[in-house]
């Protein structure tokens, strides 16, 4: 896997799960990208957005307090 596929499967997961993907950019990521790729973006990204989640309520919890 390219350092270069890796951002471009990164970019991918990103603006799905914004839900906004323009049809010539997913046709492209569907025939440069594969689907290990996309699963471990997806992962990682996922990964990230509960993490950043818990330190929001974490904080927000030492503030109230």
């Known amino acids: 896997m390219a350092e270069g596929g890796n951002l ?3 970019l ?3 603006w799905g799960f914004f839900g906004v993907r ?3 950019d997913y046709d492209a990521d ?3 990208l594969t689907p290990v790729q996309i699963i471990i973006a997806g992962l990682i990204g996922g990964l990230l ?3 950043t989640l818990l330190l929001l309520v974490f ?7």
């Open 12 to 14: 991918a997961v990103f």
């Open 59 to 65: 904080l927000m919890l030492q503030f109230v307090k």
């Open 49 to 51: 957005f509960i993490l």
């Open 22 to 24: 323009k049809r010539r």
């Open 8 to 10: 471009k499967a990164v």
């Open 30 to 32: 569907a025939q440069n």
